[in-house]
């Protein structure tokens, strides 16, 4: 029971920070528009990114391009690498597929929000991964617990190629609503397993 509840601790935590981070910079958009310390300036990093390539000599086209591939590869690799750990029961792993997810949602972040999200988030992903093992799962309801990155990885390989951020910050609240229900419909044993998780 104690694992129990500290997991369900650590994941409301990872959730706040994905909340608060997104949110800072629609509820403040002042935020968005200050100068950064390099003297350009702070846009969502799947913006900015691309603009700083450009200045290197890369088409600004391609390098909107590569950067959108480059999301969408971190994205799924992030599902992936969830979905076996779950399998394997390995907490590292996990870990790392936790943080490339956090990843490719940092994009619908300002390039310093999105810095410091990725250290906090790197912190709690480190903390649960040290406290927390996870039991090794059959593969379906490894699926089923991962659900949030693999929804929002089908999400932005269907949508980012219309380059609005909107509807992959749509894709990500409908992929954690979906994620939220189908763990709601299990049996309580297969919850408990969802959680998966002993202290270490």
Known sequence: MRSDRLVIILEAIIVLLY???LAVPRVYPAVATDTSPSGGTATLAWLALPVQLSRHGVSLEYATFAVTIG???VAVIAALLSILAR??????LWAAGSWLFGASVALLMPVWIAVGFLGALLLVITVRSRLV?????PLLRSVLC???PLGYAVGFAIVAWRYNPQLLLQSLLIAFGASL???A???AAAQTQIGGS???
Do not use: K, N
């Not at 093992?133 to 799962?137: A, V």
């Open 19 to 21: 909340a608060l981070f």
């Open 71 to 73: 999301g969408l590869v």
């Open 87 to 92: 399998r394997r029961g390995s907490a590292p």
């Open 133 to 137: 093992r996870l039991r090794p799962m």
């Open 146 to 148: 991962e659900l949030w």
């Open 181 to 183: 229900v189908t763990r």
């Open 185 to 187: 419909m299990l049996p």
């Open 198 to 200: 002993q202290t270490a």
